[in-house]
């Protein structure tokens, strides 16, 4: 009973670091002048990652890269199975063109980008290795996406009502205080999670990876889920599957990147099953853009989403 118990004290303490970390970052930004907007697609951005960045810096260390691989390929297929088609049942969302023409595209390039990089199971018959070098092409690749986003946001193509806003701001001393607590949050929250899911993966008779793909994955998409359902139910379409989709991004290229120059990630065979899943339903997302009118996904294509994603898991649970 005790790693379960443990296991949900540290999503909490992960998801309220997170909150300090964004509260603090976002405070310190504007003392600086920067925008509402560049704060919204970068330390918002990194806030609802963060619990992800967290958990698969602790797996590297400690041992685990089978969780840190499943945890985010599953944040990944959680954030766009589970969560869009929650958003589109909640209300349809209609996608901007800057969506599905650069960053829906630039996703499923992540997804690719993972594939490429363990090719070596491709090559020799056995598990690939997500390698230092392979670290950095990832990294490079988040650059560019970076760049793109600066130069959208200097040209006006993203508008400023599309990023999340935090309104109330601290003195500088409240302000470091928050980004620090929220770190040491994240980190004490990491472990927690890692250690106890860990347990509960030898307990259950499964891998670290799959419970990565299940448990941790959903736990540490929690700040997505609320972000994305919020922002649907009050009819901001693009700041639904804006954030899922950056995140996204974000987690192949930023936090894999960071995670394989810690540790060479093992991938194992079974993982490209799931690397693909992930792509999959990026590109079925994007197919549901295009049908009909407006780029819309609608309540219907939702629930394919969501039934999708209980397919999947008990194709997990069950193989």
């Given amino acids: 009973m005790l790693p379960y118990l443990l296991l949900l004290a540290g999503f909490a303490v992960l998801i309220v670091g997170a909150d300090y970390l964004v509260k603090g970052a976002s405070s310190i930004a504007k003392k600086f002048n920067v925008s509402d907007l560049i704060i919204g697609l970068t330390v918002v951005s ?31 297929i959680f954030n766009l199975l589970l969560i869009v088609g929650l958003a589109a049942i909640i209300r349809p969302i209609t996608l901007k063109s800057s969506l599905v023409v650069v960053e829906i595209p630039y996703a499923i390039l992540a997804s690719f980008a993972l594939i490429f990089v363990a090719g070596d199971y491709f090559f020799d018959g056995g598990s690939g290795i997500i390698s ?9 690749f988040f650059s560019i996406f970076i760049y793109y986003v600066f130069l959208s946001a200097k040209k006006g193509q993203i508008e400023e ?33 890692v250690a106890n899911a860990t347990k509960l993966a030898r307990n ?116």
């Fill in 161 to 193: 009502d599309d990023a999340p806003k935090e309104e109330k701001y601290y003195t500088m001393g409240w302000s470091i205080l928050f980004v620090l607590g929220g770190l040491v949050a994240l980190v004490f929250g990491g472990d927690l999670i």
């Fill in 204 to 319: 259950w008779g499964m891998s670290e990876t799959v419970i990565g793909l299940t448990i941790v994955a959903a736990g540490t998409s929690l700040p997505e889920l609320a972000t994305s359902l919020m922002a649907a139910y009050k009819g901001n379409s693009d700041i639904a599957i804006g954030n899922v989709v950056g995140s996204n991004i974000f987690n192949i290229f930023f936090i894999l990147g960071v995670s394989a120059l810690i540790t060479p990630l093992p991938f194992e065979p079974r993982s490209m099953v799931d690397a693909l899943v992930a792509m999959f339903a990026t590109a079925l997302v994007l197919f549901f853009s295009f049908r009909g009118r407006g780029q819309k996904i609608d309540k219907k294509e939702g629930s394919v989403l969501i039934v999708l994603y209980f397919i999947y898991v008990s194709y997990l649970l069950l193989g």
């Fill in 132 to 140: 230092m070098s392979d670290g950095l092409i990832l990294l490079l």
């Fill in 46 to 76: 990194f806030g609802t990652s963060a619990p992800e960045l967290a958990v698969n810096i602790s797996a590297g260390l400690n041992g685990s890269p089978g969780m840190a691989i499943g945890n985010v390929v599953g944040s990944n």
